[in-house]
């Protein structure tokens, strides 16, 4: 992909995320106008750097809706839902064509159609249909000014008296602009010189430069120094369409033949430098010069370097960004079959060529012989402030944008690493036990503390930088959010928490689809309308709550509502309609075991089914997804008051940290968060309750399952031998697990199952120990099912 076009895309999502959040915060403040200046800001500066591309079906949509956001921050409209909700349509339209841009490098062949009528509504408050208004002034005639302003003498006097003589047998005017580009306009996506090349019926052009260029250690080659004057037979309505965005750079002015006349016998002459006027052929800017040789040196330290270009795509991009700097520069060459040696040749040509900008730019017509020189090198005094080597030059925090895929593949590393310093561990047993050389197992020992203490470290690091805000997560809500609560006439505040917690980027990633089940689930079943929370004395509007918060080793987050809460009995009675409890349970089941019940395969409370909800797939789905990170699910409810789904999860997957125990000579993994306790109980304090060994611990019944017998494993413990046995807790309930023996706990990067074992869900998947076995790991919900079913 184009390099160029890969960074727009990577920009390009963070600004259409900024024009989403500032619609919705419009909605919610209208009239704010640092707010309207924002989404107008961001709209603008993707539109501009969009035109970077052949996408016109892109700029044309973009257009519109930066004209409708240019019509409220003028004040000649009023933001209205209608209004939003077509600028949110259009952007969520742009948003797919850029993910297909990204795989494609185009837009989609129906991007035209798709445009056509959202271009239209876009319009349409503003009186128009795809079409720009020619002239938004046209009908009001502007006064023809008397007196020319002081710019006018950098036309030239020649040509203006031609021009008088003209207008004066015509008896017409002729337009005249100024446009002065703010020095930090690049900055702003703003192309000075694309914009002036615009103007219509363009009948002459002029450069100004500043009256003195700075000195070479005070210049910056990305500071606009250069203003325009511009006469031209367009229209008033037509010129204050094009300079829509710079209202405030620009002066424009409408002078008759008399005018022009009083002008050339009444003015003082001009300064020393003459002024600058060209005609409309082929032109070359003084600043797209700066840029030409800034390519050109790039292009030379590429083709000097061995190794960097020598064929293929980096040939070729090396070529096109030469062809490109000449055509600046006024040289254009054909470089379409050159090789590194003759394209070097041509870079040392055109740098050759150049010669110092000169003080007052020559007329257009003859910049083609001009040649540009690289600038002088800057002298900068070893005490200087702010030089490259002086640490406290760096203004803000640098950034450094890495592709994800490597990010990935350093966390692979560091998890094999992880696997290789483990087998040190192995290696110092054997030294000792097959070698009998303890001072060698010591000096393992040793090494592998060092390199542990350097991976804990390394990991730690990549794991900060795999780290993210949970404002990842919850940046999709506030749209959802409003979108549902008006298709459904609910008035909903949504209220975000804890955003700056950090989690990894696969947890936040996975963590997406179950908070979008929970959201609309609450706002489908949870939430009132505003009618029924009146009539129940509440406040017309509810509240959705997303929270978030650190807790350990892992992160919690909350959806939370104030709306009708779950009813225990009217649940209970659906899941036994359904068939998911006996009549037993029905009588028996307390309040919270009941609220529980929501998150059954099949269970759902919804008369109707909907697009939105009502299968009997939504909870059951979020319960699956949350354990399947590693995590648990709970939910507290109160009739009439309101609902609230907790969600625990690790703070990564990266990398996990396993209890080994073994089974029938067989190792295999448990995970660490599950783990209670591991304790040794003597033969004679194991009792039995109906078919259920237990054993009593502090008070308290734990059920004993004896994992062998769970993993149909042959294996028989001797008679009146102590039960090793390993506490865990699933679903908040603690279960022992009779094994053969412990192991050690170990970090290990866990592989999913696959391939014919895909299918063994009491597996969660695999990992490689440091001595080259296989470990398995296991799915203690499905082994304790399994356990059950056997019992």
Excluded at 703 to 726: F, K, N, S
Aim: one cysteine or more; proline letters at 6%; aromatic letters at 4%.
């Amino acid at each position: 992909m184009n390099p160029l076009l890969a960074q727009f895309l990577a920009e390009a999502n963070d600004l259409l995320a900024q024009v989403d959040e500032g619609l919705l915060q419009l909605e919610r403040v209208p009239g704010d106008p640092e707010l309207v200046n924002e989404v107008f800001r961001a709209a603008h500066t993707f539109k501009g750097s969009s035109g970077l591309f052949d996408f016109p079906e892109l700029t044309r949509l973009t257009h519109a809706a930066e004209d409708l956001l240019d019509a409220v921050r003028g004040g000649r409209l009023a933001l209205d839902s209608q209004m939003t909700d077509d600028l949110l349509a259009a952007f969520d339209l742009i948003r797919g064509w850029l993910a297909h841009v990204t795989a494609h490098e185009r837009l989609p062949a129906s991007a035209g159609g798709d445009a056509a009528g959202l271009i239209t509504r876009l319009r349409s408050p503003l009186g128009g249909g795809d079409t720009a208004p020619a002239a938004a002034t046209a009908g009001v005639p502007a006064p023809v000014i008397s007196a020319a302003p002081d710019w006018l003498a950098w036309f030239d006097a020649e040509w203006l008296t031609e021009i008088a003589a003209w207008l004066g047998t015509t008896s017409s005017t002729m337009r005249f602009v100024h446009y002065t580009p703010d020095t930090d306009c690049f900055f702003r996506a703003e192309d000075p010189l694309h914009l002036v090349r615009q103007v219509p019926a363009l009948e002459r052009l002029g450069l100004v430069q500043p009256p003195a260029w700075p000195d070479p250690e005070d210049y910056d080659e990305y500071t606009c120094l250069i203003s325009f004057v511009v006469a031209t037979r367009a229209a008033l309505g037509e010129l204050d369409y094009l300079f829509r965005y710079v209202p405030d750079q620009i002066e424009i002015v409408e002078l008759d033949a008399g005018a022009i006349t009083r002008h050339l016998s009444g003015e003082p002459p001009l300064t020393a430098e003459e002024p600058v006027t060209v005609a409309i052929t082929p032109m070359i800017d003084t600043e797209l010069a700066a840029d030409a040789r800034a390519v050109l040196r790039a292009a030379h330290s590429a083709l000097t370097m061995e190794g960097v270009v020598n064929e293929g795509p980096r040939l070729r991009s090396v070529r096109h960004a030469v062809t490109a700097a000449a055509r600046a520069l006024g040289v254009p060459v054909d470089l379409a079959e050159s090789g590194p040696d003759e394209l070097l040749a041509t870079v040392a040509r055109l740098a050759g060529e150049a010669a110092p900008a000169p003080a007052m730019a020559a007329p257009m017509s003859d910049m083609s012989d001009v040649a540009v020189p690289p600038p002088p090198p800057m002298v900068v005094p070893a005490d200087a402030p702010g030089r490259a080597d002086d640490p406290g030059g760096q203004v803000g925090t640098r950034v450094l944008k890495v592709d994800q895929e490597k990010v990935d593949r350093l966390m692979e590393l560091v998890g094999e690493l992880n696997v290789a310093k483990n087998g040190l561990t192995f290696l110092a047993d054997a030294a000792e036990e097959e070698f009998g050389s303890r001072v060698l197992s010591r000096r393992i020992k040793d090494q592998y503390a060092g390199m542990h203490r350097i991976a804990e470290e390394l990991q730690a690091a990549v794991m900060d930088v795999r780290m993210l805000p949970l404002s990842v997560a919850f940046g999709r809500f506030p749209r959802l959010v409003r979108d549902l609560s008006r298709r459904l006439g609910k008035t909903i505040d949504l209220v975000t928490e804890g955003e700056d917690t950090m989690a990894d980027k696969d947890v936040i990633e996975a963590l997406g689809d179950p908070l979008v089940h929970l959201v609309r689930n609450s706002l489908d079943h949870g939430i009132e309308t505003a009618e029924e929370r009146l009539a129940a004395g509440k406040h017309g509007a509810a509240k959705l709550t997303l929270a978030a918060v650190a807790d350990g080793d892992a992160v919690i987050v909350e959806v939370a509502d104030d709306g009708r809460g779950v009813d225990p009995e009217r649940v209970k009675r659906k899941a036994y309609e359904k068939g998911l409890i006996s009549e037993e349970e029905l009588e028996t089941l307390t309040d919270t075991e009941a609220v529980d019940l929501v998150f059954r395969p099949g269970f759902s409370t919804a008369d109707q089914v909907s697009d939105l909800s009502g299968r009997g797939v939504g909870m059951d789905a979020v319960r699956a997804s949350v354990e399947k990170l590693g995590g648990t699910v709970t939910m507290r409810s109160k009739l009439g008051q309101g609902t609230s789904t907790r969600l625990r999860l690790p703070l990564s997957m990266a990398v996990t940290q396993v209890m080994v125990v073994s089974v029938a000579g067989q190792r295999f993994g448990i995970p660490v968060d599950l783990v209670v306790e591991t304790v040794r109980v003597p033969a004679g304090e194991m009792s039995r309750v109906l078919h259920q060994e237990v054993v009593m611990m502090r008070g308290e019944v734990v059920p004993v399952v004896d994992l062998a017998r769970a993993l149909d494993m042959p294996w028989t413990l001797a008679e009146g031998a102590d039960r090793p046995i390993l506490v865990v807790s699933v679903n908040n309930q603690r279960v022992g697990l009779l094994v053969e023996q412990f192991h050690r706990e170990v970090d290990v990067i866990l592989k999913p199952m696959e391939g014919l074992l895909a299918y063994a869900d009491e597996f969660s998947g695999t990992a490689l120990l440091g001595d080259g076995l296989v470990l398995l790991v296991l799915n203690m919900k499905e082994v304790l099912g399994l356990a059950a079913r056997v019992a």
